[in-house]
């Protein structure tokens, strides 16, 4: 009965981990739902409507990039910036070293503007409801729960 309970344990926390696997599974299916051109307009803008449906209060840290109006040129500049973070730490996942640095990075640029853990569950929330529905049934919930709080952990610094 023990060694069958470490077992399990062992498989829980594998399939919580963000692992090679889990890595490459994110990075494909980041690929297949972000997409190229315009489509990824249309990707940042479902993804930044999921955040404020969530907490209509979060559009008071983008007030400097035009936060009250997701079609502004200024807010459509901004989310773009945040999708090519994303799109830059996904495609950094099977290489360690690199995505440390890039992710070292993206802590700097986030720690003077007050986002904090609370911020990073809205996107990721919203882009666990995103990703699913550009992609279909081949969704990996938990690839991606892990490799996004990997992703968020390293950026606040956890």
């Given at each position: 009965?023990k060694?069958?309970?470490?077992v399990l ?5 594998a ?9 490459f599974?994110?990075?494909q ?5 972000y997409?190229v ?10 993804v ?8 209509n209060?979060?559009r008071?840290l ?6 009250d ?5 200024e807010?459509?500049?901004?989310m773009s ?5 994303l ?12 995505l440390?640095e890039a ?8 720690a003077?503007r007050?986002?904090n853990?609370?911020?990073f569950?809205?996107?990721k929330?919203?882009l666990?409801?995103?990703?699913p529905?550009?992609?279909?049934r081949?969704?990996?919930n ?8 990997y ?8």
């Amino acid at each position: 009965m023990k060694v069958l309970l470490v077992v399990l344990l062992g498989v829980v926390g594998a399939m919580a981990d963000c692992g090679t696997l889990q890595r490459f599974k994110v990075k494909q299916q980041w690929g297949q739902a972000y997409g190229v051109g315009e489509h990824r307009e249309d990707f940042n803008k479902a993804v930044w409507r999921g955040i404020f449906a969530q907490d209509n209060g979060a559009r008071a840290l983008f007030t400097r990039v035009g936060g009250d109006d997701i079609s502004s040129p200024e807010f459509t500049a901004h989310m773009s910036r945040v999708a090519g973070g994303l799109d830059m730490s996904i495609s950094l996942l099977d290489q360690d070293d690199i995505l440390s640095e890039a992710l070292a990075h993206l802590a700097e640029q986030h720690a003077p503007r007050d986002v904090n853990q609370y911020h990073f569950e809205l996107m990721k929330n919203s882009l666990l409801k995103v990703v699913p529905a550009a992609i279909g049934r081949c969704f990996d919930n938990d690839a991606w729960s892990s490799c996004y709080d990997y992703i968020a952990g390293a950026i606040l610094g956890n």
